[in-house]
């Protein structure tokens, strides 16, 4: 019964957001714990993510990443946040950086 089951994103596409997310920003939209859907603007871009060295914590804390997880940051919050694959709905839009602003919903 495939009615329920949500697209999940597959392994490639995930790999490529990875990859894209040190040189572009994304707006990924995923469903918290509580059910409810949120849409963020995130990055792993130099000069928006604040220099590891000062947050000895932050940087074990994406180095411990596990594969379900992703660790990014959230552009409007200025702060790290994460979100699990499994929970994002539909597929993340690329931006070049400082252009997702115009995005926002």
Excluded: H
Aim: proline share 6%; hydrophobic share 30%; net charge neutral.
């Amino acid at each position: 019964n495939m009615e329920g089951s949500r697209t999940m994103i597959e392994e490639s596409t995930k790999q490529w957001i990875k990859d894209r997310l040190i040189d572009s920003e994304f707006l990924v939209e995923f469903t918290k714990k509580d059910g409810t859907k949120r849409k963020m603007r995130c990055t792993l871009a130099e000069g928006y993510v604040p220099p590891p060295s000062k947050d000895p914590l932050t940087q074990k804390k994406v180095r411990a990443i596990n594969e379900e997880v992703q660790v990014v940051w959230d552009m409007d919050k200025e702060a790290w946040r994460s979100f699990r694959w499994d929970s994002v709905t539909g597929e993340p839009l690329r931006f070049p950086l400082g252009n997702g602003e115009d995005a926002q919903v």
